[in-house]
């Protein structure tokens, strides 16, 4: 087996922790450790509302019992499950796609602003918007 597949296999077998620890060590390195924070609790948060929306999208789309008839491209099927609606450009599997590309960075914020604009009132998308261009895709860029 060469070096290249022995190493590639090791990443495969390798635990989802120490993926997640080699992830971070490297984003640590490109930004102060106190915008690192930042970073990284809105990444979190970002995956834990697309995690929500896939969950209910997936049963919206099954159609079955309370959902039968549902639109899972309805904003409103979300508004009353108190689910954040994800548009299609801000969804898990676009952004999975696009992860090793050098815009990634601009990509999240981008996803952000889409979930912010469809889920928020206009005043309080402003508000949000000036406070947060900033820490993920400086971040993600460096």
């Known amino acids: 087996m060469s070096r290249s597949t022995k190493a590639n296999k090791n990443e495969i077998d390798e635990p989802l922790e120490k993926k997640l620890w080699k ?3 490297k984003l640590r390195k490109n930004i102060d450790a106190a915008e690192y924070k930042n970073v990284v609790l809105g990444l979190i948060f970002l995956k834990y509302i697309l995690d ?3 969950e209910l999208y997936q049963k919206l789309k099954e159609g ?3 959902y039968e008839g549902a639109d899972p491209e309805d904003k409103n099927e979300y508004t009353a499950e108190k689910v954040f609606y994800v548009p ?3 969804r898990w599997h676009w952004l ?3 992860a090793k590309l050098p815009t990634i960075g601009k990509d999240v914020d981008d ?3 889409a979930i912010e604009k469809d889920n928020l ?3 309080e998308y402003c508000q949000r918007f000036m406070l947060r261009r900033s820490s993920i895709s ?3 860029a460096a």
Do not use: H, N, T
């Open 23 to 25: 992830v971070a060590d």
């Open 52 to 54: 929500a929306f896939e």
């Open 64 to 66: 079955k019992g309370d």
């Open 88 to 90: 299609p450009s801000a």
């Open 96 to 98: 999975q796609g696009r």
């Open 111 to 113: 996803a952000i602003d």
């Open 121 to 123: 009132s206009s005043e």
């Open 138 to 140: 400086k971040a993600l």
